[in-house]
Structure formats: C-alpha cells, structure tokens
C-alpha cells in the first residue's frame, strides 16, 4: 500500500519535529516535506504532491489562511488537502480557512492517536472537526452570518439528502451518519455523491458550510437538527 504523504506547515520547528516522529512511526504514513511558512508551504506542495497537508494558521509572511486558499485554488494541488491546526483562540479564523478550501481542524493539544485518525480520514475525503471548534462555528454561522451572503437552496434535494447534509455539517462521520439514519454506509456514500453534484460542493467540507448556511445546524445543541418527518428509513 502506499503510503499517505503528509506536509507539516508550522513555524515552531520544534513542534514540526514532534508530529514528524508521531507520523513517521506509522507505516501507511510518509512525511515528505515541511515548511515554516505559507510560501514555503506552497512551494513545498507543489515540489512534493503531498496528499494531506497540515497546515498552522499564525505564521510569518504568508499565513496559514492564505497559504490554503492558494494551494487549494490551484488545479496543480488538486489532490492535496488540507487540514488545520488550531487552537481554541484561533477559533475565529476557522470559518475563513474553511471558506479558503480547508478540508477540516484540529486542536494542536489533541492526542497523537487523534491526529494520526484525524491524517487518515482527511486522506479518505472526510471532513474532520475538533467538537469545540464545531460548536463555535455554528455559533458564527447563526449568530454573525456575514453580510451579503445569500442563504443556499435546498430545493431539488430529497428528503434524506436534506438528513444527510444535515449530519454532514455536524461533523458526523459516514459510519456514524449510516447508524443515525439506519441505512448502509454505501447507501450513505450514494447521497453525498448527489449532494456533492447537486450543490455543485468541491468537497465533503463545503457540504458542511452548505449546511450551515442553510440553516440546517442550531448552535450549541448536541444533536445536529433534522427537520421532522425526514428519518424515514430507507426502502
């Protein structure tokens, strides 16, 4: 099997170091570069072709933010994704990255276990969200819109890709969302392949910013909202 490339992106080489030697000890991972700014990250990418970059937001020169707004912007780097560090006073800039292509975060003081979970299923397409930058995003959805930006349509989607994306943007994965909606994992995977073209989405991450938008997640619920009369079990 090959292995995932990871680029480490963080200004404290320290730090760098220590992620190297958690992911370098896992055979179906392969550090292939690291950079301490966004401009060396860029460059980095496009040298290397890593599949999963993570990527710190305060940094020197070229920031974090930017950074993934021009890797995930180039048609080059169409197989890189990135994922965040962040912590919990840098929540305000989640919403940016995840406008800019980000593809998930995680906190910087998650266990090794976490991140090395959190590599592979950003590898495997899933957005991945630290539970308390999840609620704060809500939050910032709800609460502070953003002026000038119209609510997404959900008019041409089922009454289960509604459930689905609504389980999307509460950062449910495909198992989880299979066992919250009784239905298989494949049959999961067929309706965010509808949602993806329907909503015209890049990603599994700007499925979660559709949802948002539209309403469909309320902050500081543990459940994610799922209008009634749209569980239905799938025939």
Request: glycine share 6%.
């Amino acid at each position: 099997m090959t292995p995932v490339r990871v680029l480490l992106v963080d200004d404290q080489p320290l730090l760098r170091h220590s992620l190297a030697m958690i992911i370098e000890k896992e055979a179906d991972l392969e550090v292939v570069g690291q950079a301490g700014d966004g401009a060396e990250a860029e460059r980095q990418a496009r040298a290397t072709r890593p599949d999963v970059i993570l990527m710190d937001v305060r940094m020197p020169h070229v920031d974090g933010l930017e950074a993934t707004r021009r890797i995930c912007a180039d048609p080059a780097l169409d197989g890189a994704k990135v994922l965040v560090l962040s912590m919990f006073e840098l929540d305000e800039y989640v919403h940016d990255a995840l406008r800019a292509g980000a593809s998930g975060f995680l906190l910087k003081d998650a266990h090794p276990e976490e991140l090395l979970a959190a590599v592979r299923r950003t590898h495997r397409g899933e957005s991945l969200f630290a539970p308390s930058i999840l609620t704060r995003l809500i939050d910032h959805f709800v609460s502070a819109p953003g002026p000038g930006r119209d609510r997404p349509t959900l008019r041409g989607l089922t009454a289960r890709e509604i459930d689905v994306l609504a389980l999307v943007g509460a950062g449910l994965s495909n198992d989880e969302i299979a066992g919250a909606l009784v239905v298989s994992v494949k049959t999961v995977k067929t309706h965010l392949t509808h949602l993806l073209a329907k909503l015209r989405a890049r990603d599994r991450a700007q499925l979660v910013i559709a949802a948002y938008d539209a309403g469909l997640v309320r902050p500081r619920v543990a459940p994610p909202t799922v209008h009634p009369g749209h569980c239905r079990r799938d025939r």
